[in-house]
C-alpha cells in the first residue's frame, strides 16, 4: 500500500463519510418529500384498502341472512344503503366505521370480531361501502 500522509488519509475519510451521510439524507429526504406530496394532493392509498371481490363472498356468507340486497331485516330503516349509512353508521359512511361495526357488533348486530379474520372483515367493509355507493340488487 502507498504511503498517503495521515492527514490526507483523514480528509479522505471525512469526504468519504460526508458524501455517504449526505446521500443517504438526500434519499430520505426524498422520501418523505413524495409521501408528504401524496398526502397533500390526496392520492395516498386509503387506510382500508380491503377487496370487493372477496367482500363479496364474506357478505354473502355471513351478514346475507339479515342483510340481503343491503336491507336489514331487524331494524327496517338501518339499512346498507347510502342515504342510512351516512345518517346511522357511527363514525360516517367509511370502511373504518364498517369494519369498527363488524368487529364490535351493535345492538341487535352480532360481534364477527371473534369469528372472521381481519382480513375478511376490511373486506367485506370495502364491499358494503363500494356497494352502497353503486346501488344494491334487490
Known amino acids: 500500500m502507498p ?24 434519499q430520505q429526504i426524498a422520501q418523505v418529500g ?7 394532493f390526496g392520492i395516498a392509498a386509503p387506510a382500508f384498502a380491503g377487496d370487493v ?3 363479496e363472498q364474506v357478505f354473502n356468507a355471513n351478514c346475507a341472512a339479515c342483510h340481503a340486497g343491503g336491507q336489514n331485516v331487524i331494524m327496517p ?10 345518517q346511522y353508521l ?3 359512511r367509511k370502511e373504518s366505521s364498517v369494519v369498527t361495526q363488524v368487529t364490535n ?26 356497494t352502497s355507493e353503486s346501488g344494491w340488487d334487490e
Open 90 to 92: 357511527a363514525g360516517g
Open 53 to 55: 371481490g372477496a367482500g
Open 105 to 130: 357488533g351493535k345492538n341487535a348486530m352480532p360481534a364477527f370480531g371473534g369469528r372472521l379474520s381481519e382480513d375478511d372483515i376490511s373486506n367485506v367493509a370495502a364491499y358494503v361501502i363500494a
Open 34 to 40: 413524495a409521501v408528504s406530496g401524496a398526502l397533500a
Open 3 to 26: 504511503f498517503i500522509p495521515v492527514f490526507v488519509r483523514t480528509e479522505i475519510s471525512r469526504s468519504f463519510l460526508f458524501s455517504t451521510f449526505f446521500t443517504r439524507f438526500q
Open 77 to 86: 330503516e338501518k339499512t346498507l344503503e347510502k342515504a342510512a349509512l351516512d
